[in-house]
């Protein structure tokens, strides 16, 4: 294949993901066709599966990207120059902040993180491994600057990623007032530094 048609089938391949991002994160998951996805895009539906084999496959390409521009936004938004324990405690707030915020300003959001939960538990998995490798950056950081006293920064990651699963997208698991979570969420962190801060 020549470099001007890998480049138009890339190009394509972009149409077809941007049209995808604005209708699954407008009407979810199972409110969007793959018929108003090509009509989006200007791409036929045959077409599309040559990209994407199925719908699944699209949303999952959809997340992702949402995925990974929400862990590098946080990641800049974290003040490099504070101390490891108030960038965690940033990233975890900010995590929620953004994550609530996500799903408020795109509805269809949360359908969309459900049907891959159920539907994709391995792919959720890889997700949570995107959102985790922050905090564990964050681990080794304070591991060498002699400030936690952590043994194993993945299992401590892992560990604080547990227990704070409530905080990230929360709508997918309550319906709690934004206040009350972010209250919540500073009580959890301000515990789980306890628990790894060096006496």
């Not at 006293?149 to 560990?159: G, Q, V, Y």
């Amino acid at each position: 294949m020549a470099i001007g048609e890998v480049l138009a089938a890339r190009g394509r391949a972009a149409d077809v993901l941007e049209a995808a991002r604005v209708a699954f994160l407008k009407n979810g998951y199972s409110k969007t066709s793959i018929a108003e996805i090509a009509q989006g895009s200007g791409i036929s539906m045959a077409h599309i599966y040559n990209f994407y084999p199925s719908k699944l496959h699209l949303v999952c390409a959809v997340v992702d990207a949402e995925i990974a521009k929400l862990v590098a936004r946080l990641e800049t938004a974290v003040d490099p120059n504070a101390s490891a324990a108030a960038r965690l405690s940033m990233l975890l707030l900010l995590e929620l902040e953004e994550t609530h915020k996500l799903i408020q300003q795109h509805k269809g959001m949360l359908g969309c993180l459900q049907i891959i939960m159920q539907k994709r538990p391995r792919h959720t998995e890889e997700l949570l491994r995107l959102t985790r490798y922050p905090i564990e950056t964050i681990l080794k950081s304070g591991v060498l600057a002699d400030e936690f006293e952590i043994r194993n920064t993945k299992k401590a990651a892992l560990t604080i990623q547990a227990a704070t699963t409530k905080f990230r997208f929360p709508q997918l698991w309550s319906d709690t007032d934004y206040s009350i979570l972010r209250e919540q969420c500073v009580n959890v962190i301000r515990m789980l530094l306890k628990g790894i801060e060096r006496r």
